[in-house]
């Protein structure tokens, strides 16, 4: 009788040890996520300091087109005509219309 409690005990605290001693508590996560979150950050930051030391290069009639044709594509991502109808009506010259790429 006394060894089956004693094996009884030692299976029981050997199927709770790995639970209290390997688990994170929530202090840790909240603290690998910040960390996370703040790499990202930097991240980000230095992509938009690329972006915007390339532009600072271009000339200014580059940088009026490459303006230009963001435009264009965050319209067509809506669905909508790259161009507004007022543009289209009262304008005189004919543009080159842009295709996709595919």
Do not use: C, Y
């Not at 009884?8 to 199927?15: K, N």
């Not at 992509?47 to 303006?67: D, F, M, P, S, Y």
């Not at 809506?78 to 543009?95: A, L, V």
Request: proline letters at 3%; a positive charge; hydrophobic letters at 30%.
């Amino acid at each position: 009788m006394k060894k089956r409690i004693l094996i009884f005990g030692l299976l029981a605290l050997l199927l709770n040890l790995p639970q209290i001693s390997f688990s994170q508590d929530a202090k840790e996560r909240k603290a690998v996520s910040d960390l996370n979150k703040q790499k990202e950050k930097s991240q980000e930051e230095v992509e938009k300091e690329l972006v915007n030391r390339h532009l600072k290069i271009q000339q200014k009639a580059t940088r009026k087109r490459i303006k230009r044709s963001l435009r264009e594509a965050e319209r067509r991502k809506k669905g909508k005509h790259p161009q507004p109808w007022w543009d289209r009506w009262f304008n005189s010259k004919q543009q080159k219309k842009r295709r996709k790429r595919t």
